[in-house]
């Protein structure tokens, strides 16, 4: 059936280019990441991680990892699922201490200030450093409400006028004011996929965080949609830093300006977002942006 | 291909016939559930709806304060401990001089209640003016007279096998004739408490006992259990021995037998707390034991099913984990807590064991005006006239029955549009 469906396929020639993938696939699965190459870390960063390890049980997920984000910079995380990308992303606002098996092991630094110090506080962290998840997740509550959230828990406005305001300015900034700005009181969850995650992505900065994380956030968008939170992104990052996990390459060369490259729990490569793509040292990083791994 | 395409056709055959055989069952055995209802209802209803008629008696009394023992300026008291069932009697004996023996005219008494006396004290007592007059007066008949109004007396059986004996039957036929018998809607059944004697016996009090038990056990189990399940869920360490443990026990505590509860509660809450008896706060705290595990196993489930998505989104705001619990996790968990509960109190409403053992079985003829006041409950009292030999007693059991189920399913009922008006979708 499959060979009916593509008659211009020449089976044979197929499985020999299939059969040469696997073999590069191998090879390069022999190759032992000792040491990340190219420049995981940078001048002044907005955080640095250092010897950084997790696991959930037993099961190591995150291996020595050593990484720096650069202020008002854009770094993009790719890799194979299963990786680690969003384990490592997590582990920055400390969203991993609410999953009871998992151990963080590692040092991070946030303006150089050890955020798993004993004594900071995860709640005032997660104010300073935002997320945006893979799928939207607004409460279920009006879209001003959503907005409103996290500036009233933290007493951010001093008044209702005050309020409108920063609600109107976050949904702005995310794109979305004009199409519901006379919807403001309906719930967030009427909302298209699209339009939830701006709702979301409106939902932190109106917080005014100074990071902001986003574990695949357009995985679930049209292009279209996509397209509008990736030029978002770009115009946040000369005033926020931003760490991002995507699986799209292209978004990755769109929208960063450094690019990580995990496998397996460790982190491949780094380098700046154009050398990455155009030459890239490691064989399994050139593996896996040519599309023959992963 | 074409072989597999056969096979598939004649599985489907097969798999149809499956499908049909098994809506087949369903229906049947949704049917037969239906039938049994019916067949339960139907014969409660049909043996209590005659409880919601009760038969008055009109007699006209001359009410002359010689007989009654007045002097001419009664004052309050004298008029209050008058003998008014005297009076009664005598009118009664006038109006059937056949009434002859010592065994007839005792019987002549039996045509009304015990209390008619004290409804014409009640008359008298509120318009004095009536002293020397002669008013007529729709007395409470007797539950022997009510039974045969009712026609469940038969008068064909021979005069030993029946409770009316013929004289008293030619009365009940004269007063007929004199259309001095008629059947009302039965007020009293609403209005009173528990009495000895069936026709003046109502349900008020067990239904006031039955609302002040419930309303301490919400108020005790509803807390309670939200938060205990708030803080399984929540806040307790995941797969922690300790917590494996309360949970197992939780589990096992909704499965204990009610009667066990009930001698926990006589021990601890009356033996040693000094609760008092019979009272409605010993039954609302037994009934909590009962109930809180219901209420925390549901409202745990509840929980549970709160998408982690959504905590997430508020942690990540930088909001707190009691303001997660509370912000965000418990007004999208409370529709389904709520009919957790409801369904809880739908069952401490008829459990009748527990309250047994606490002593809420006396017999308690007054309306309980607090949770510390003797009282009992409407299963109880259910039992306790299903357990009376009188014909009346059984009708008023029926109609107790009716009156308990129309309870529940208004409880249930608003379980159902709690659930519909409150849930949300995400
Ligand atoms: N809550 C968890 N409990 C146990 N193991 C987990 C948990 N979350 C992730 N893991 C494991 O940790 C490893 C890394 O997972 P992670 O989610 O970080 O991968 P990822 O790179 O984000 O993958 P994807 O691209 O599919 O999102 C995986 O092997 C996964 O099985
Ligand atoms: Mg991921």
């Known amino acids: 059936m499959t060979t009916e469906a593509l008659p211009n396929t020449d089976p ?58 650069g202020r008002n910079q854009v770094l993009a995380m790719i890799g194979p699922s299963g990786c680690g990308k969003s384990t490592f992303l997590r582990c920055l606002n400390r969203m991993n201490d609410t999953i009871p098996t998992c151990r963080v092991e590692g040092d991070f630094r946030l303006d150089g200030e050890d955020i798993y110090a004993p004594g900071q506080d995860p709640v005032l962290l997660r104010s300073r450093v935002g997320m945006v998840f893979q799928k939207p997740n607004p409460f279920p509550k009006s879209i001003y409400d959503n907005v409103a959230y996290g500036v009233r828990l933290h007493g951010l406005a001093k008044n209702r006028a005050e ?25 967030g969850t009427g909302l298209s996929g699209g339009q939830q995650q701006r709702l979301c992505i409106a939902r932190t900065i109106a917080i005014d965080p100074e990071v902001i994380l986003m574990d695949e956030p357009t995985s679930a968008l049209d292009p279209i949609a996509t397209a509008l939170i990736e030029e978002l992104m ?10 991002i996990v995507t699986h799209s390459m292209q978004q990755a060369a769109r929208v960063s300006n450094r690019t990580a490259y995990f496998h397996m729990g460790k982190l491949v490569e780094v380098n700046d977002t154009d050398r990455i793509f155009t030459t890239p040292q490691h064989p399994l990083t050139e593996n896996y942006i040519t599309g023959r791994f992963g | 291909m074409k072989n597999h395409q056969e096979k598939i056709r004649n599985s489907l055959k097969k798999r149809h016939a499956r499908e049909r055989r098994f809506r087949l069952y369903g229906l049947l055995s949704v049917s037969v559930s239906i039938l049994f209802l019916l067949l339960l209802l139907t014969d409660i209803v049909s043996k209590g709806l005659p409880a919601f008629t009760e038969t008055r008696i009109k007699l006209d009394i001359t009410l002359d304060p010689q007989q009654l023992g007045l002097g001419d300026h009664p004052d309050r008291d004298a008029l209050f401990h008058a003998n008014y069932s005297r009076l009664i009697t005598e009118t009664l004996k006038k109006m059937f001089p056949d009434a002859k023996t010592r065994k007839q005219r005792r019987d002549l008494k039996q045509l009304v209640s015990k209390s008619a006396a004290y409804d014409l004290r009640d008359a008298v007592l509120a318009n004095p003016s009536l002293l020397g007059t002669t008013q007529s007066f729709w007395f409470l008949a007797k539950d ?22 013929d004289y008293q039957l030619a009365w009940i036929d004269r007063l007929l004739a004199e259309n001095r018998l008629e059947k009302r809607f039965n007020k009293t059944f609403f209005t009173a408490s528990d009495s000895r004697e069936p026709e003046q016996a109502g349900i008020r009090g067990a239904f006031v006992g039955s609302v002040l038990t ?18 399984l869920e929540e806040f307790a360490p995941q797969n922690n021995r300790w917590v494996d443990l309360i949970e197992v026990n939780i589990n096992n505590l909704a499965a204990v037998p009610s009667i066990v509860f009930g001698l926990l509660g006589l021990a601890v809450f009356i033996g040693f707390f000094g609760v008092p008896r019979s009272a409605p706060l010993a039954g609302g705290l037994v009934l909590t034991l009962m109930t809180l595990p219901t209420i925390i196993i549901t409202s745990r489930a509840v929980i549970k ?45 008829g459990e009748t064991a527990p309250l047994l053992l606490i002593g809420m079985v006396a017999f308690v003829a007054d309306v309980p005006h607090g949770i510390f006041d003797p009282s009992t409950a409407l299963p109880v ?10 014909r009346a007693f059984v009708e008023r059991t029926s109609a107790a029955i009716i009156v ?16 519909k008006k409150y849930e949300k979708k995400w």
């Open chain 2, 404 to 419: 308990l189920l129309t309870f529940l399913i208004a409880m249930n009922g608003l379980a159902v549009f709690m659930r």
């Open chain 2, 214 to 231: 419930l309303l301490v056990t919400l108020a005790l189990s509803f807390p309670i259990g939200v938060l205990a399940a708030i803080y």
């Open chain 2, 381 to 390: 009292q259910i039992f306790l006239w299903a357990d009376s030999p009188e």
């Open chain 1, 12 to 69: 044979s020639a197929e499985s020999a280019a299939l059969q040469q993938a696997r073999e590069n696939n191998r090879a390069a699965l022999d190759v032992t990441v000792d040491k990340t190459v190219g420049q995981p870390f940078v001048e002044n960063p907005k955080i640095s991680t250092r010897h950084v390890h997790v696991f959930y049980g037993d099961k190591p997920a995150i291996k020595d990892i050593s990484l720096d984000i």
């Open chain 1, 234 to 243: 770009i115009e946040l990052s000369e005033n926020y830093t931003i760490a």
């Open chain 2, 305 to 349: 099913a709160v998408p982690q998505s959504i905590r997430e989104a508020a942690l990540a705001l930088g909001a707190s984990k009691t303001q997660v619990a509370f912000g965000h996790v418990l007004p999208l968990a409370l529709p389904g807590i709520l009919t957790g509960t409801i369904i809880g109190m739908a069952q401490a409403l």
């Open chain 1, 163 to 187: 309020l409108d305001e920063i609600v109107e300015k976050s949904l702005r900034r995310a794109g979305l004011f004009d199409e519901v700005k006379d919807d403001l009181h309906k719930p």
């Open chain 2, 144 to 165: 022997d007279v009510d039974q045969y109004m009712k026609g469940r007396i038969d008068r064909t059986l021979p005069e030993s096998q029946r409770r009316l004996k």
